[in-house]
């Protein structure tokens, strides 16, 4: 069992960053593949990025692959999402997430933290 305690999020204007940050408990932090996936009003949850147990690789999808970097502290247990460049249609909730299974996290994550709101205006 792992806890996911997400924080960071906010309201910024269009060009601006935010850097999130999750937060974990419980289990050894650093066997878990960790992410963070975004939820827009009226749509699906979505895959943004990950990062391997050791933060070795790293996965983005292509709509912030050049603007968020994901980073991770496994001293810390924190996994972290910098936002830069943000867009409107970056609003969303945004989790994080984690598997012990690095092929699991993208479909299927094991773990989930209840979110926080970004918000970006135009």
């Known amino acids: 069992q792992v806890q996911l305690v997400e924080s960071g999020g906010g309201l910024v204007q269009a060009g601006g960053s935010l850097r999130l940050s999750c937060e974990a408990s419980?289990?050894?932090?650093?066997?878990?593949?960790v992410g963070w996936f975004r939820q827009a009003p009226g749509k699906d949850r979505e895959f943004v990025a990950a990062?391997?147990?050791?933060?070795?690789?790293?996965d983005y999808s292509d709509s912030v692959k050049g603007r968020f970097t994901i980073s991770r502290d496994n001293a810390k247990n924190m996994l972290y999402l910098q936002l830069n460049s943000l867009k409107p249609e970056d609003t969303a909730i945004y989790y994080c997430?984690?598997?012990?299974?690095?092929?699991?996290?993208?479909?299927?994550?094991?773990?989930w933290g209840q979110g926080t709101q970004v918000t970006v205006s135009s």
């Open positions: 997430a984690a598997s012990p299974l690095r092929a699991r996290l993208r479909t299927a994550p094991d773990y």
């Open positions: 419980g289990r050894t932090f650093s066997s878990f593949a």
């Open positions: 990062i391997t147990q050791a933060g070795v690789y790293t």
